[in-house]
């Protein structure tokens, strides 16, 4: 069953490879969306997908890419957007 989870993470993920880190894991779980920055220093993503498979992203959300320091990862569901694929919005 196809769910949509708007999801934001804080803490040191800018300026280490976050966005495209979370563009290779999203391609690799078959997850549609984006990530991108956010003025307040955190890190927002739009992913539609299985719900397993984004159970997964969320999982490797809490870790991030090695030089990133997780402190909060927050999800809520949303409406489904039919995203065609998975981007890094600029």
Known sequence: MLKHYNITVTG???????????????????ITGYVKNQSDGSVYIESE???????????WCAEGPEFAIVETVSFEESTIRSFEKFEIHY
């Open 12 to 30: 040191k993920v800018q300026g280490v490879w976050y966005r495209k880190s979370t563009s290779i894991k999203a391609l690799e779980l078959n």
């Open 49 to 59: 997908g299985d719900i397993d498979q984004l159970k997964k992203l969320l999982n």
